[in-house]
């Protein structure tokens, strides 16, 4: 049967700064990565792209079970000339009816154009990757310690996690089953005895980073003669994120200080104005500089950075951590640069050349931290399950309610109750735990089309994958009918270094107690 559907390879080649001349879009009701709107005598069509065609590998890695968005950052990051593995719409339909493994489909093909080309894609921090990556995973240790146990496996180098908690600190961070333990804390710990590597993670005290491999990723990188590092490593599963702020200047600069500290070299971010630009595009005090303008900072002196900041007059771009995020990466042994070095945006003059194709839809998966308060009535939702299926969902969620404030939509599917894995639990277990936990309650939640897509690629939700919630004093605030009472502002004023020149308007100095500078930006 295989041998009746025959994909077809398209090199599709362009011009810089030209386009593919295609459409690719996922649709409604209609499985796989389309093929849509092909150019008469564009370069798509030249090389036989038809509409409906459904992309099955670009560069001879395998994406039809891809989310859409990574699909389309792969086409992307292949510059001037991609090469589709395709299938046409009734072939596809055929395949999808009769249940055959698309991955097989067409292997030879995909074969002999990965030894044809000269390398295989490559792997980088942050980004979106074609090719296995070992994993960085940060285990914050709990009242029953990290929740998983170390083995040896004989004529294989390392140790291997075994029985992991489905409920402790590692299975929470990202640790998988049979997961192969490379590196802790940055060091390398593959021909470290077994004391030696316990008496390491008992060293870390409460928090301990894992480089992590699979067997998938194993042999890849052995297959090409690559070594695991955490240069390669995906950043994804950290729980803590560097920030990109983007400043505007104001009529006062960008109403913030910049400290040097001289044990440290660090450049700190001091006295930031309430309603300043800085203020407004949410850098905070003590955060700590890491990149401006896209140039790491590290090592230069208060009057390098000073100017780097000044030389872009109208606005600047400023990579920063707080100290929590800094602390994370310093533990792992990597510079926060790492993570934004190649995923961040491109700039205007990348786009140009860069936009080769068009997308319909950019999809996040990222499940929600969801923190809330009882109301008069309840919390304001329903959970619901359907007989005979795995899951939680949840429904009924009251406008403006407790549930809704927090950020808790209809038909998102509930993961954690309080930090506890609850996908396996019974619905009367999981209503019982909603009602023990008093007044205040933490949901991890994920939307329909996230849930489907991590099990599809069996990645396991946990809470690391949510945005930080950075403050987590007190949940949001749940009112019924009520205008809420202004936020005070305990703040006391203070005078705003300026100049009356205007050629010195943007910066001034002052000096601190331990003589290093400060200079007002």
Do not use: W
């Amino acid at each position: 049967m295989i041998s009746v559907l025959q994909p077809r390879e398209c090199k599709v080649t362009k011009k810089p700064q030209k386009t593919y001349g295609f459409y690719l879009r996922v649709e409604k009701d209609t499985a796989g990565h389309l093929v849509r709107n092909v150019a008469k005598n564009s370069p798509a069509e030249k090389a036989g792209l038809k509409d409906g065609d459904r992309v099955l590998r670009v560069n001879g890695v395998f994406v039809d079970k891809q989310e859409h968005a990574q699909v389309v950052e792969i086409v992307k990051n292949s510059g001037n000339s991609v090469v589709l593995l395709v299938l046409d719409d009734a072939s596809y339909q055929k395949a999808e009816k009769e249940g055959l493994n698309l991955e097989e489909l067409g292997q030879e093909v995909s074969t002999r154009q990965q030894q044809e080309q000269q390398s295989p894609p490559s792997m980088v921090n942050g980004a979106i990757t074609t090719v296995p990556q070992p994993r960085l995973c940060y285990l914050v240790k709990e009242e029953k310690g990290y929740g998983f146990s170390l083995k040896t496996t004989e004529g294989q180098k390392g140790f291997f996690i075994i029985e992991l908690s489905s409920q402790g600190a590692a299975a929470k961070a990202g640790v998988q089953n049979n997961d192969r333990l490379i590196e802790i804390n940055g060091k390398n710990v593959e021909n470290d005895t077994h004391e030696e590597v316990v008496e390491k993670v008992k060293k870390s005290e409460n928090h301990v980073m894992f480089l992590l491999s699979n067997e998938e990723t194993d042999h890849y990188y052995k297959s090409q003669k690559m070594v695991l590092s955490k240069e390669s490593a995906s950043l994804r599963l950290l729980p803590l994120k560097p920030r990109l702020i983007e400043i505007q200047t104001g009529e006062n600069g960008y109403g913030f200080y910049l400290h040097m500290e001289q044990n440290t070299g660090d450049h700190v971010i001091k006295d930031v104005d309430a309603d300043s630009p800085a203020a407004t595009a949410g850098l905070k005090d003590n955060d700590i500089l890491v990149a401006v303008n896209g140039e790491l900072v590290r090592g230069l002196d208060h009057e390098s950075v000073v100017g780097k900041i000044k030389q872009s007059e109208a606005k600047t771009t400023l990579l920063v951590v707080d100290k929590e995020t800094d602390a994370m990466y310093k533990l792992a042994q990597i510079s926060p640069f790492s993570y934004y070095h190649q995923a961040q945006d491109p700039t205007p003059a990348e786009m140009e050349e860069r936009a080769e194709l068009h997308t319909e839809q950019n999809v996040n998966h990222k499940p929600r931290i969801c923190k809330m308060v009882k109301g008069p009535n309840g919390f304001g939702f329903s959970l619901n399950m359907i007989k005979n299926k795995p899951g939680l969902f949840i429904n009924e969620v009251k406008k403006n309610g407790p549930a809704d404030t927090a950020g808790v939509e209809n038909n998102d599917f509930l993961v954690e109750v309080n930090s506890v894995n609850v996908m396996n639990e019974s619905y009367d277990k999981v209503v019982e735990r909603i009602q023990d936990s008093g007044d205040r309650l933490t949901l991890l939640v994920c939307s329909k089309d996230a849930y489907k897509y991590f099990q599809d690629q069996n990645i396991p939700i946990t809470a690391s994958m949510a945005d930080p919630v950075y403050d987590t004093s007190e949940p949001p605030a749940y009112t019924e009918n009520h205008p809420s009472e202004p936020e005070r502002n305990s703040s006391e004023p203070r005078e705003r270094a300026s100049s009356s020149s205007s050629s010195q308007s943007a910066a001034s100095t002052r000096a601190d107690s331990d003589n290093s500078d400060d200079t007002k930006l």
